[in-house]
Every structure is written in C-alpha cells, then in structure tokens.
C-alpha cells in the first residue's frame, strides 16, 4: 500500500487547512485510515483515526476543531483543520491498518505510513 498526502502549509493561528491523503496498491481492505503528527523534538502522536464503517476518533487535542473523513471508494482520507493552534505545528503523516481491531493508537499499531506533509501554524 503506498500512501500519498498532500495540502500542508503555513496559515495563521485560527486558520484552516485540509489535508489529503489517497491509498493505492493493494486497497481492499483498509479497515483503518488517520492521521499522526510529529512535532520538533516531541515523539509522533495520533491526531485521527476513521474507521471503515464510519466511525471515528480523536485526540482530545483537536476535539471539536479537526474532523477526519473517509471516502472509500476513493481509498483517501481527508483531516479538515479548523481553528489552528501554533502548536498543531508539526510534519503530519498518514497511516493505514488493513486488519482489525486496532489494539492501540500508538502509531505501532499501523502497517503502512505516507511520507509527512509539514503544517506551521504562526502565532
């Protein structure tokens, strides 16, 4: 599974940003699709998780200013980023786990990672 994502940037605290990111290979199964970040000098941490069916979770950082979205016909999974903070600065990267369940969001946990797309959120 290859993973490309695209739509970091720099904006202004309270900006938004959406970020993309489509699967493709062997996409059959891809019961889940999220989103982690790495800040400078901080280990990666899960920001988004969407589950195949619909459901999903997030990290009590973003709660109520990120929305992650599915479009599986597609294999792509979108993070809307609203109201950002400059600490929201960091590379994010998209991961995929093909099987279930998903026994921790540690990023562990995941099986195929794309390369990061940096967002800098400016004070």
């Known amino acids: 599974v290859q993973l490309q994502a695209s739509g970091g940037g720099l904006v202004q605290a309270g900006g938004s940003l959406r970020l993309s990111c489509a699967a493709s290979g062997q996409t059959s199964s891809l019961y889940v699709m999220g989103w982690f970040r790495q800040a400078p000098g901080k280990e990666r941490e899960f920001v988004a998780l969407?589950?195949?069916?619909?459901?999903?979770l997030y990290a009590d950082s973003v709660k109520g200013r990120f929305t992650i979205s599915r479009h599986n016909g597609w294999n792509t999974v979108y993070l809307q980023m609203n109201s950002l903070k400059p600490e929201d600065t960091a590379v994010y990267y998209c991961a995929v786990r093909l099987r279930g369940p998903l026994p921790t969001t540690r990023d562990y946990a995941m099986d195929y990672w794309g390369k990061g797309t940096q967002v800098t959120v400016s004070s």
């Open positions: 969407g589950w195949s069916g619909g459901s999903t």
